[in-house]
């Protein structure tokens, strides 16, 4: 109860008598007549008032869970040193090296993956920890539910450093790099923000020290022949595709263009882009013709804006085009800066305006349309060992390839680190040699405060908004 109270008492006593030659302490009859008094008034005050007593026994309970916290903090750090392994956590398997500098620990989504990346590592260095499902939001929970909770535990017991702000220390820090090796669908993703919330929270300087890494297993195997690879992405999966596909595919179109090999590489990943970034304004813009015509549009600067000539050519060319919507051109006195605004008999539904021209992805998509109009002349013929066919579109042709080139491919789509055998997962994501790993570095410590406390925080209003303002934009969304 007294815990942060500060009281000055006047007492007036008629013989006063000190202990000692000090005089540093006052008899102790005095403090008999001063706590009964004080029981007694308080008690009174407390009748009347129930409120201040609820906040106060509040108090009490808040300063319990504190003293219980810091107790389990204190009991997860009492190991002598890095050499020494007792009271670490039964899942862990640590290494033999003891050098915390040449160690390394995986932090594991499940223990299924954990018990390959077991069997796979190379025990001298590499320590493996699984953890059984989804780690505690710690945004949200109370410090002491936290250090309640067996996984969050289990990590501050294997890394060593201890928790808090009285009992952290990275100096004692047991593994160098911290790895964290989830799946990669939407609950890796998920388990993989709990765990940086955890770190930027409560071990932040191991964040900043550089020692915290997040794996990258592969989500493709394709062989062909004796060819056999491991894709980490989709991007990287198409490049392999169309690499195989322009060795035996030609593509002709009008005006005498033939493309083949690099050239027709290049036009094909370049197109597959462009229908991306295409897709993504899609979501602003509504139809896929609009979208073409902005990326040809003139609307590059600022001052293009600024300017209404080449809004008003933009506006021509959605009025030839005949549109299902209707375009007008505005003037926006806030800003000083014309826009076109779309819409229909519902009302507006878009602008386009130097907010949207000064976006990375329109720009991207400008640079790309310009790549392609060189080439893009429709119709399309595609050759591949004496056999054609005609395409329409640049879009169509890409498709045809890629499919066509799959024909040749036997391809396995990895869900989760549990369906690699151990084997597959040293030789892709653990061998220092041939895996990628990503370091996560605080280069705004604003921004990612800022970050994590509206999505992982309690309050809700700012999440929602922040999902408002951000839905057109989200990829790989996963319902």
Same mark, same amino acid.
């Given at each position: 109860v007294r815990e942060g109270?500060?009281? =000055? =008492?006047? =007492?007036?006593?008629?013989?006063?008598?000190?202990?000692?030659?000090?005089?540093?302490?006052?008899n102790s009859d005095i403090k008999g007549h001063v706590e009964q008094l004080v029981n007694d008034r308080l008690g009174e005050?407390?009748?009347?008032?129930?409120?201040?007593?609820?906040?106060?026994? &509040?108090?009490?309970?808040?300063?319990?869970?504190?003293?219980?916290?810091?107790?389990?903090?204190?009991?997860?750090?009492?190991?002598?040193?890095?050499? $020494?392994?007792?009271?670490l956590p039964g899942k862990l398997a640590d290494c033999q090296e003891r050098d915390p500098a040449n160690c390394e620990i995986f932090i594991v989504e499940g223990e299924s993956a954990g018990g390959s990346a077991k069997q796979g590592r190379d025990r001298r260095y590499q320590a493996i920890l699984p953890l059984k499902g989804k780690i505690l939001n710690v945004e949200k929970a109370r410090y002491d539910k936290m250090l309640g909770? !067996?996984?969050?535990?289990?990590?501050? /017991?294997?890394?060593?450093?201890?928790?808090? *702000?009285? $009992?952290? $220390?990275? &100096? +004692?820090?047991r593994y160098h790099k911290i790895i964290l090796m989830t799946d990669a669908d939407v609950d890796g993703s998920h388990i993989r923000t709990l765990l940086l919330t955890f770190f930027f929270r409560h071990m932040k300087e191991l964040v900043e020290r550089g020692h915290v890494y997040i794996a990258q297993p592969p989500l493709y195997r394709v062989k062909r022949g004796k060819?056999?690879?491991?894709?980490?992405?989709? +991007? !990287?999966?198409?490049?392999?595709?169309?690499?195989?596909?322009? !060795?035996?595919?030609?593509?002709?179109?009008?005006?005498?263009?033939?493309? !083949?090999?690099?050239?027709?590489? /290049?036009?094909?990943?370049?197109?597959?882009?462009? $229908?991306?970034?295409?897709?993504?304004?899609?979501?602003r813009l509504r139809e896929r013709a609009l979208v073409d015509l902005v990326a040809a549009s003139d609307l590059e600067k600022k001052a293009d804006f600024e300017d *209404? *000539?080449?809004?008003?050519?933009?506006?021509?060319?959605?009025?030839?085009?005949?549109?299902?919507?209707e375009a007008k051109l505005s003037y926006d006195e806030e800003h000083s800066l014309y826009e076109l605004v779309l819409g229909n008999d519902s009302g507006p539904w878009?602008?386009?305006?130097?907010?949207?021209?000064?976006?990375?992805?329109?720009?991207?998509?400008?640079?790309? &349309?310009?790549?392609?109009?060189?080439?893009? *002349?429709?119709?399309?013929? =595609?050759?591949?060992?004496g056999d054609k066919v005609s395409k329409e579109s640049a879009v169509q042709v890409l498709a045809f390839v890629l499919e066509d080139a799959k024909k040749d491919f036997t391809i396995t789509r990895f869900k989760g680190l549990g369906e690699m055998n151990p084997d597959q997962l040293?030789?892709?994501?653990?061998?220092?040699?041939?895996? /990628?790993?990503?370091?996560?570095?605080?280069e705004d410590m604003v921004e990612a405060e800022t970050i994590f406390t509206t999505l992982m925080g309690e309050n809700v209003e700012e999440r929602r908004k922040f999902i408002e303002d951000n839905a057109l934009d989200v990829q790989n969304l996963d319902i």
């Open positions: 109270l500060i009281a =000055v =008492v006047s =007492v007036k006593l008629p013989q006063p008598q000190f202990e000692g030659q000090t005089k540093g302490k006052l005050y407390f009748d009347k008032h129930s409120t201040v007593a609820r906040r106060i026994i &509040g108090k009490c309970i808040d300063a319990a869970r504190a003293r219980e916290a810091a107790r389990k903090a204190r009991e997860l750090t009492r190991r002598k040193s890095a050499m $020494d392994s007792g009271g909770h !067996e996984e969050i535990r289990a990590i501050i /017991t294997a890394l060593g450093t201890g928790i808090g *702000k009285d $009992d952290f $220390d990275a &100096g +004692r820090l060819m056999d690879r491991y894709i980490r992405d989709e +991007r !990287e999966f198409s490049h392999e595709l169309m690499r195989r596909a322009t !060795e035996d595919h030609i593509v002709k179109a009008k005006e005498g263009i033939s493309l !083949e090999g690099a050239a027709l590489t /290049t036009f094909l990943l370049n197109v597959q882009e462009y $229908d991306q970034i295409a897709a993504k304004l899609l979501r *209404k *000539k080449a809004l008003e050519k933009l506006l021509k060319a959605i009025e030839k085009a005949k549109l299902k919507m878009a602008r386009i305006n130097w907010a949207l021209a000064s976006r990375q992805d329109w720009k991207r998509l400008r640079t790309l &349309g310009r790549a392609i109009s060189a080439s893009d *002349k429709p119709p399309f013929s =595609v050759s591949c060992n040293w030789a892709t994501t653990m061998n220092a040699e041939t895996r /990628t790993l990503l370091q996560v570095k605080l």
